[in-house]
């Protein structure tokens, strides 16, 4: 099976199951800078109610929105819902987020939202196995570098799609990719937005893949 995750910009994905089943995570309105496409989902994940991270009305279609922690199976595609925390003084500063992990063709794509805290032991156990990590990386509102690169520790992918970072089209005071990627000392930058995930892909090698944007 072939898993698609094309990146929107900031923490947004489209995430589409061989059969078509597609999941949009964390939509934005136009504020943020990037523009929102207009594309239509069977499923909306909110990692948490901000602005750039729940405009559930940009998304098309009849969506099944899920906003809360819990086990799901919608079609052919489980999701569990695991609480965390914006901030790392247990949600003091920016409130709960929740990490989203989808089971899309027996492949595992987590979306830890805007993740602001490393991991206990009992909620990793209950992220559970993880292949794709989808992971913010600008630091002030979400785990910055080196807190990505604990995280990536924790979860321990062979996919790393970093996300919530600086690009030309964002004004948020984050910091750009570069930072995250110099920190790992490897990655690699695709010229496309999109890639396409097989189970041959997640070999042993763990490699880190920065999506382009459309401008």
């Known amino acids: ?20 089943t597609k ?18 989902a069977d499923i909306v994940s909110v990692s948490h109610d901000h ?20 086990e799901y199976t919608i079609g052919n595609v489980k ?3 695991v609480p965390a925390y914006h901030d790392e003084v247990k949600g003091a500063k920016r409130g709960t987020n929740i990490i989203f992990n989808f089971d899309i063709d027996g492949i595992k794509v987590c979306h830890v939202g805007d993740l ?9 156990e209950e992220v559970g196995h993880v292949d794709v990590l989808l992971i913010p990386v600008g630091g002030i509102f979400t785990l910055d570098a080196e807190g990505a690169a604990a995280a990536v520790e ?18 948020m005071p984050i910091d750009p990719v570069d930072v995250f990627l110099e920190k790992m000392g490897y990655g690699e930058q695709l010229d496309s ?10 070999g ?9 944007y459309e401008h």
Not at 23 to 40: A, N, Q, R
Request: charged fraction near 20%; aromatic fraction near 8%.
């Open 1 to 20: 099976p072939v898993v698609k995750i094309r990146w929107l910009g900031h923490a947004c994905f489209l995430l589409e199951s061989q059969d078509g």
């Open 23 to 40: 999941i949009v995570t964390d939509p934005f309105d136009g504020s943020v800078g990037y523009k929102m496409p207009m594309l239509e």
């Open 51 to 70: 602005y750039d991270h729940n405009y559930v009305e940009g998304v098309q279609g009849d969506p099944q929105i899920i906003r809360s922690a819990g």
């Open 79 to 81: 999701i569990k819902g």
């Open 116 to 124: 602001g805290h490393l991991l206990s032991k009992s909620q990793l």
């Open 154 to 171: 924790q979860f321990s992918p062979k996919i790393i799609i970093p996300m919530h970072f600086r690009t030309p089209a964002v004004s």
């Open 193 to 202: 937005d999109t890639i396409e995930i097989t189970a041959e892909d997640i």
């Open 204 to 212: 042993n090698e763990r490699r880190i893949i920065v999506l382009d």
